[in-house]
Structures are given as structure tokens and as C-alpha cells.
T-cell receptor, first 108, second 117 residues
């Protein structure tokens, strides 16, 4: 069973802090990794994808991938209350497998 | 780019009736579209994978005769919930893979909230 594991949270951080979201995956054959943001009652929105080991930065977001440890993370710098949402990690093997998501709460 | 639309955004129907949901890729051609279902406070559950011009591949436990999927063109896939029952009430979300980008990312439609009374 190919799995993507995330802590359900909630992860609470104050406004302006760095939020760190983590994800592990079981399928060593996974090649592509994605972070989606889902607001309550809305569909997921793609934030970032990463294919190679290391860091990938896009604005306030940094995705980190360590294939040896089968670990993916998302860092959100200068967290804003509008970042409060559920963040879904996903990995591709033959299909895209989603984690259950981590709820992030950013307090003003 | 990579915009996916769904119609309707919400629908209420009576038990026993059928409901059709459309998923369109507006600015790209989608070789593959995916249909998900999400119950409140639960994770996304993949129902089926739809490839243009061929039969959909259903996930284990999803009744193919109840959830009819048609992917007649590179920009349109439809999901028909036949003989709907209250337990089918859920948030149905489609996503599309942009083949032009040569990558694996999927773009989600805004979802359709189905309520069966």
C-alpha cells in the first residue's frame, strides 16, 4: 500500500513566524512531489512541486525533498492569517497519492 | 494557465435521480482527468482516472455502474452519479493533467457539492 503520511495538526503559529509542514512517503519509486493548499469548503490549489533532492523556493514558500529519507517538507516564511488552511502533500508513483493533510492555523 | 472548471458548483437532487457533473480544462488539453470525492473533514479519495477516448479506470470499491465517467474530448470529462442516494452526498472534485507541460502536476476544478435528499 503506497502511503503519504502527514500530521493532521492543527499546527499553530503566530503571524510572521515560519510554518514547517512535513510529509513522508512509502513508495521509493515516487518521482514527483506536490504541495496543495485547501481552504475549508474549497478544492485544492497547487502551491509547489518538486522533483529533485534539495530545496526549491517560490516567494514565501520553500519545498524541501530528501529522497533517501523519503521526506518532503514545506516551509512558509512570514506566515499570514490568510495562510490558515489544510496543506496536502502528494506523491506520484503510478497515480497521485495524497496525504490526509495538515491543518495550519496562523494567529494574528 | 491551467484552469479547470466544473459545472454545476452545487446541486441538490432527490434520491433515485441521476446527476451529471462536467469538468473542463479551459486553456490546455488534458490527456488524463481524475475524479475525487471528499467527505467533510476527510481527505481526498480518488474515485477514477479518465483517459480521453478510453474507458475510465476505477479505484477499488467504486462502483463503475453507479459512477459513469465519459471523457469524450481532451477538454471535457463528465461524471454521472446514477440513482443517487443520500450517502452519495459529498464534494466531488475533478482534476486534470496538463500534458503540454510534460510534468505530473494536476490542477483541480473548484468542485461540485452534491446533496441528495
Amino acid at each position: 500500500q503506497k502511503e503519504v503520511e502527514q500530521n493532521s495538526g492543527p499546527l499553530s503559529v503566530p503571524e510572521g513566524a515560519i510554518a514547517s509542514l512535513n510529509c513522508t512517503y512509502s513508495d521509493r519509486g515516487s518521482q514527483s512531489f506536490f504541495w496543495y493548499r485547501q481552504y475549508s469548503g474549497k478544492s485544492p490549489e497547487l502551491i509547489m512541486f518538486i522533483y529533485s533532492n534539495g530545496d526549491k523556493e517560490d516567494g514565501r514558500f520553500t519545498a524541501q525533498l530528501n529522497k533517501a529519507s523519503q521526506y518532503v517538507s514545506l516551509l512558509i516564511r512570514d506566515s499570514q492569517p490568510s495562510d490558515s488552511a489544510t496543506y496536502l502533500c502528494a506523491a506520484t508513483g503510478s497515480t497521485l497519492t495524497f496525504g490526509k493533510g495538515t491543518m495550519l492555523l496562523v494567529s494574528p | 494557465g491551467a484552469v479547470v472548471s466544473q459545472h454545476p458548483s452545487w446541486v441538490i437532487c432527490k434520491s433515485g435521480t441521476s446527476v451529471k457533473i462536467e469538468c473542463r480544462s479551459l486553456d490546455f488539453q488534458a490527456t488524463t482527468m481524475f475524479w475525487y470525492r471528499q467527505f467533510p473533514k476527510q481527505s481526498l479519495m480518488l474515485m477514477a482516472t479518465s483517459n480521453e477516448g478510453s474507458k475510465a479506470t476505477y479505484e477499488q470499491g467504486v462502483e463503475k455502474d453507479k459512477f459513469l465517467i465519459n471523457h469524450a474530448s481532451l477538454t471535457l470529462s463528465t461524471l454521472t452519479v446514477t440513482s443517487a442516494h443520500p450517502e452519495d452526498s459529498s464534494f466531488y472534485i475533478c482534476s486534470a493533467h496538463n500534458r503540454g507541460q510534460g510534468a505530473d502536476e494536476q490542477y483541480f476544478g473548484p468542485g461540485t457539492r452534491l446533496t441528495v435528499t
